[in-house]
């Protein structure tokens, strides 16, 4: 129970790597804030925590829209009388070649991975009144290119560089950090699961041979929700079976 009596929200936890890290923290003990963009969405996850005997609530928002962000973390608040973590998830991911990437699919894109951190840094530091941990989802993108998706990779350095420059302006008692998964078992990836070939050479750049899993992650968010994190703040945490070894 490394989380009992922490309050924390996870955006974009209806599906994946968001759900995985919720369902983590209810077992953890945390109250949690389950979060998507409808209600309907985050039924499932809701379910799933309160079968196992956690304890969490739901609560809709668009996190590229700063408003809705500011209600989310006041209900979080308004429920369980304070926060300690936030969790910055929620994402999307669209292919698209530079030259045919539009205004509209570059920008939709910063605004939820990039911005909606942004907010939710914002929102959550004025929260935390005794201090918290803020944890957001980055990628390896944020590390290396990778072909289709200029402005995902440019959203996730971004968030790279944000979480470190956000950890020198809250401490002490606000800790930034940021995980970077690599290539993980989600609906994002079932293409090349439905491909034998391109899985082939997915796994053949991975050196521990498969996939992550959302659970891998939620691993590195709890210890970085938790007190055994004490002193890392302003850390990229690379989560991805090797590939940037390589």
């Not at 308004?78 to 926060?83: A, E, M, Q, V, W």
């Amino acid at each position: 129970m490394l989380l009992k009596g922490k309050v924390a929200i996870v955006t974009g936890s209806s599906r994946g790597i968001g759900q995985g890290i919720a369902l983590r923290f209810a077992k953890e003990g945390a109250k949690v804030v389950v979060n998507a963009r409808t209600d309907e969405a985050m039924a499932e996850t809701l379910a799933m925590i309160k079968k196992a005997g956690g304890e969490a609530i739901g609560v809709a928002a668009d996190v590229s829209d700063q408003d809705q962000v500011r209600n989310l973390v006041a209900q979080a608040v308004k429920k369980f009388g304070k926060l300690d973590v936030m969790v910055n998830n929620a994402g999307i991911v669209e292919f698209a070649p530079i030259t045919k990437m539009s205004a509209e699919e570059w920008e939709k894109t910063i605004k939820v991975d990039l911005t909606g951190v942004f907010y939710g840094i914002r929102e959550a530091a004025k929260a935390m009144k005794k201090g918290g941990s803020i944890i957001s989802t980055s990628s390896i993108a944020a590390l290396i290119g990778f072909t289709g998706l200029a402005h995902y990779c440019a959203a996730k350095g971004g968030v790279a560089s944000l979480t470190r420059e956000a950890a020198l302006e809250l401490a002490p008692k606000i800790r930034v950090n940021a995980i970077a998964p690599g290539v993980i078992d989600t609906d994002i990836t079932k293409a090349a699961k439905e491909d034998p070939k391109q899985m082939q050479a997915t796994l053949a750049r991975i050196p521990m041979k498969r996939m992550g899993t959302p659970d891998d992650v939620a691993g590195v968010a709890v210890f970085l929700a938790s007190d055994l994190s004490g002193y890392v703040t302003g850390q990229l945490i690379v989560t991805d079976g090797g590939w940037m070894v390589d």
